[in-house]
T-cell receptor
Framework: NAGVMQNPRHLVRRRGQEARLRCSPM?????VYWYRQLPEEGLKFMVY????????ESGMPKERFSAEFPKEGPSILRIQQVVRGDSAAYFC???????????FGPGTRLLVL | DQQVKQNSPSLSVQEGRISILNCDYT??????FLWYKKYPAEGPTFLIS?????DKNEDGRFTVFLNKSAKHLSLHIVPSQPGDSAVYFC???????????FGPGTSLSVIP
């Protein structure tokens, strides 16, 4: 059973460009969470999605950030018009729904130049 | 407002001895607590968890203790091994479907 997959592992963007981060949950998992880790900080919750639904987006910045988890395909975290402060590691986690543990992917390291 | 606190940014322990990592939380609504281990350039790996109805959970060399009245939990690693050197995150959630709130992490170094 493959774990949570994220791609790309590293992403470099210039200010003003768009960043798209993809997450494929573990097989059978229908709950996806996105977290961000800024340099020298812990992980901060961003958004919680189930298939085709956003359940909790209380950690998402109000502008430029959006997330989706379509019926088919991976979950996408989209950052429009990136700024240097968006440089961070973005982790996706998935959850079976019948147990509490979230399993994390390897992360996407975004660098904004 | 940091709901999950890990006041020791780093800890060094001799191989074979016990490592004790501490964590405090402020939200009494938390119902489930987890410890994750993280190596550089990798995602966090689930280590062990405990429900608020328990005060101890053990898995091999790892034991988590929960003191609800003090809003405190700790992770004990016995015996510590060099491969245990990593950043350890304490985390908590309100329900099984809730977001997980992470502490800032404690960097453990196990010295051979």
């Amino acid at each position: 059973n493959a774990g949570v997959m994220q791609n790309p592992r590293h992403l470099v963007r210039r200010r003003g460009q768009e960043a798209r981060l993809r997450c494929s949950p573990m097989k059978g998992h229908s709950h996806v969470y996105w977290y961000r880790q800024l340099p020298e900080e812990g992980l901060k919750f961003m958004v919680y999605l189930q298939k085709e639904n956003i359940i909790d987006e209380s950690g998402m910045p109000k502008e430029r950030f959006s997330a989706e988890f379509p019926k088919e395909g991976p979950s996408i975290l989209r950052i429009q018009q990136v700024v240097r402060g968006d440089s961070a590691a973005y982790f996706c986690a998935s959850h079976l729904g019948t147990e509490e543990t979230q399993y994390f992917g390897p992360g996407t390291r975004l660098l904004v130049l | 407002d940091q709901q999950v606190k890990q006041n020791s940014p780093s800890l060094s322990v001799q191989e074979g001895r016990i490592s004790i990592l501490n964590c405090d939380y402020t939200n009494s609504m938390f119902d489930y607590f987890l410890w994750y281990k993280k190596y550089p350039a990798e995602g966090p790996t689930f280590l062990i968890s405990i429900s608020s109805i328990k005060d101890k959970n053990e898995d091999g060399r790892f034991t988590v203790f929960l003191n609800k009245s003090a809003k405190h939990l700790s992770l004990h690693i016995v015996p510590s091994q060099p491969g245990d050197s990593a950043v350890y995150f304490c985390a908590a959630s309100g329900t099984s479907y809730d977001k997980v709130i992470f502490g800032p992490g404690t960097s453990l170094s196990v010295i051979p």
